[in-house]
């Protein structure tokens, strides 16, 4: 008895044992472009900081409901943070300065990055004094959201004093 395949299952069959070309190079992330991209949105940052552009600063910072800075154990939302850095201004506070020691970069896709650094803070203060932390650890999320790289996470603890 002959059975008849018809041509649709035949062209099914014959497309779906087809060896499919691995594309998976086109679809990797250029990892030095956004590392890059990444570099000069913390230039930019580390710069309204140095100058005193303050608020410029917090609005790097992604505007939402579910942003959170972890600094030293206190969290704050984007609006703690837009006030707390108002306040300071009202109080002298007059620029921040960022020695880095060292980063790395976590890159979990095209869009979402996890940068940790190592870093000492100094706060400036209009009076021309300042302070300087310990060497802190610093995890900064940055997010690309309408081609801009946005800082949406940030933790950072001062590391404990050496004996």
Known sequence: MLVT??????????????TI????NNNKM????IKSEIMQSENNLFTALRQGELMKAVSMHINSPDYRQIWNGQVM???VLKARVKTGIEKGLKSF?????????NFINTDN????????????????SSSTSRQTAVS??????????RIGYV?????????
């Not at 250029?30 to 472009?33: S, T």
């Not at 900064?140 to 959201?145: A, D, P």
Request: glycine share 2%.
């Open 30 to 33: 250029d990892k030095d472009k």
């Open 140 to 149: 900064i999320l940055w997010q690309r959201i309408d081609d801009t790289w």
């Open 5 to 18: 395949v018809p041509p649709i299952i035949l062209t099914m069959v014959l497309v779906s044992c087809q």
């Open 77 to 79: 939302t984007y609006e």
């Open 97 to 105: 300065d960022y020695q880095v020691l060292n980063r790395d970069f």
């Open 113 to 128: 990055v996890l940068e940790i650094l190592s870093v000492y803070e100094t706060t400036i203060m209009a009076d021309g």
């Open 21 to 24: 070309p691995d594309n998976s």
């Open 155 to 163: 933790h950072g603890s001062e590391l404990p004093k050496e004996n």
